[in-house]
Nanobody
Framework: QLQASGGGLVQAGGSLRLSCTVSGITFDDYVIGWFRQTPEKDREAVICLSPRDETTLNGGSVKGRFTMTTDNTRNTVYQQMNSLKPEDTGTYFC???????????????????????WGKGTLVTVSS
């Protein structure tokens, strides 16, 4: 089970931190990531984290602005979003895929079809 939180309204240039609490799976057996979606666009890969070595893969549009970490309990991941832009607006979904490391195809169109579990989304709105 995945429980996402932390969305809200922020001005452009501001920051938000999303959290995703994971239960019911073995944390290190899955990569964990975030996708986002708006009514106008297909679901877009944002960032993926491999718990085994805590490396991450970013979607190109967030590189250098978004990071992802885990906590010591190994059941919560955080997505820190800095320098937010209006185009970052969307519903953000926490998701997992059973594999050791994030796929190099993570940000390919439609890759979200490979994910095993999804949490409910959390809405992020960035005003200009």
């Amino acid at each position: 089970q995945l429980q996402a939180s932390g969305g809200g309204l922020v001005q452009a240039g501001g920051s938000l931190r999303l959290s995703c609490t994971v239960s019911g799976i073995t944390f290190d057996d899955y990569v964990i990531g975030w996708f986002r979606q708006t009514p106008e666009k297909d679901r877009e890969a944002v960032i993926c984290l491999s718990p085994r070595d805590e490396t991450t893969l970013n979607g190109g549009s967030v590189k250098g602005r978004f990071t992802m970490t885990t906590d010591n309990t190994r059941n919560t991941v955080y997505q820190q979003m800095n320098s937010l832009k209006p185009e970052d607006t969307g519903t953000y979904f926490c998701t997992t895929e059973r594999r050791d490391y994030c796929s190099g195809r993570w940000s390919s169109p439609g890759y979200y079809g490979n994910m095993n579990y999804w949490g409910k989304g959390t809405l992020v709105t960035v005003s200009s």
